[in-house]
């Protein structure tokens, strides 16, 4: 049995991709950072703007995530606690434990 299709609805399979054709947005992702042993891991991430991290403390203290830049601040968070902060602004953030300056880590937003 044949079916009628109408070239209307043929139309969107025909336009080349980057004609005027539209793509899905990608969906964002979450990322988790785990604070454990004194340190970030990992202490580097690449995320697309709308991203999500997720910084979990698995650590015997609490710690923060703090922006170089004062683009975040977690505060304090617990033990067995995480904090979670959305990717807007394109860029590289530096961050730090403002109770052990020496934990360090970074995040790229593409």
């Known amino acids: 049995m044949l079916r009628r299709?109408?070239?209307?609805?043929?139309?969107?399979?025909?336009v080349p991709a980057g004609a005027g054709a539209k793509l899905p947005a990608a969906s964002a992702r979450t990322h988790t950072i785990t604070i454990e042993a004194v340190?970030?891991?990992?202490?580097?991430?690449t995320v697309h703007r709308g991203d999500?991290?997720?910084w979990v403390n698995k650590d015997l203290f609490?710690?923060?995530v703090t922006a170089t830049d004062k683009a975040f601040d977690s505060g304090s968070i617990a033990v067995s606690r995480?904090?979670?902060?959305?990717a807007r602004k394109a860029g590289t953030f530096n961050y730090s434990c403002t109770f052990h300056p020496?934990?360090?880590g970074s995040?790229?937003?593409k």
């Open 5 to 14: 299709v109408s070239l209307a609805a043929l139309l969107p399979l025909m």
């Open 39 to 45: 340190q970030y891991n990992p202490a580097h991430v």
């Open 52 to 54: 999500r991290i997720v």
């Open 62 to 64: 609490p710690h923060t």
């Open 82 to 86: 995480s904090w979670t902060w959305t």
């Open 102 to 104: 020496t934990m360090k």
């Open 107 to 109: 995040i790229e937003v």
